[in-house]
Structures are given as C-alpha cells and as structure tokens.
C-alpha cells in the first residue's frame, strides 16, 4: 500500500516532469508508443511522404469513381487498407532480410521482433486482416454502384426489389 510520503512524493516529481514544450518535441513523444505502425491512427508514419498517399488516392478515385458520401467512404476505407498492406509488405520484406542480420533493424520491423519469434504470424495475421477489410469495402462499394446504375437506368433483372 502507497504511504502518505510516497504519494507527497510523487506529486512533487509529478511537477517536475512537465514533458516535451516544443511543437516538434510534442509531435516526437506523440509517438512514443508506435511499435510497428500498421494499426496507427495515423496514416503517415515514420519515413512515408504525403505526396505518395495522395497519389494513390487520387489513382484510386479517378478508377473507382465515387458518387456520394456513401461511395467516398467505402474508396476511403479502400485507400487506407491500401496503403497499410503496402506498409505491412514493406515490413514483411525488412523482417525477412533482417533474419540473418544481428544490426540494421528499422523501426518497422522492430515492432515485429519478440523473444518468441512469433513476428512473421503476427505479420500474417495483419496482412489478412487489412485484406479482408480491402475486399468487403470493395464489393460493398461494387454493389452500391451496380444496384446504382440499373436504379439510374430502369429496373434491371438484377436490381433491387421494391420495398411494398
């Protein structure tokens, strides 16, 4: 149990300890806690160029052409599935060429390594579920815009019934 002098104490260093004050020291400790970056909720991460993701966004939109706040959203979750299975490969292919080397592990790989070796089926596991993601928003997408187009264009045999 915590005594009234260690509580005394750790207030006094609690004040002590006020952090980073700087905007680039802020933004340096906000990633203290990224491992491997394949789940981060930020998007762009470590050594990735904005530049690189607005290009596939904009490759992606100009294939898919979206129609609506729906439609956006399902090419969204497309788009960041994208870009972390392209960042998981990255890491896959650093891991593996990082297995005979004792040296020269990046920051990507490291969230991977474990005193249980387990780093490649944590890897796989990532890997199927940002793909399962990828496809279910990309034949969700595919349906909207199929049922979409035959609403559009008359009744099709393959449009959606009417609601009695």
């Not at 806690?33 to 991460?45: C, E, F, N």
């Not at 994208?82 to 998981?88: A, D, F, M, Y």
Request: proline share 2%; glycine share 10%; with cysteine.
């Amino acid at each position: 149990m915590t005594t009234t002098i260690q509580i005394e104490a750790n207030r006094r260093n609690a004040k002590q300890s006020t952090g980073p004050k700087t905007i680039v020291g802020k933004s340096a400790a906000s990633r203290n806690a990224l491992k491997h970056g394949i789940l981060s909720a930020d998007l762009i991460i470590l050594e990735e160029k904005r530049h690189d993701l607005e290009t596939l966004r904009l490759g992606i939109y100009q294939t898919l052409c979206p129609e609506g706040a729906i439609e956006e959203l399902l090419v969204e979750k497309i788009i960041n599935a994208i870009w972390r299975i392209r960042r998981l490969t990255k890491a896959e292919g650093e891991f593996l060429s990082d297995l005979g080397s004792s040296f020269g592990h990046s920051r990507l790989t490291l969230g991977f390594r474990g005193s249980n070796g387990a780093g490649l089926q944590v890897l796989s596991r990532y890997e199927a579920s940002l793909e399962r993601s990828f496809y279910r928003a990309l034949h969700e997408l595919q349906r909207i815009q199929f049922f979409g187009i035959h609403a559009k264009f008359g009744r099709g045999r393959h449009a959606m019934p009417r609601q009695p």
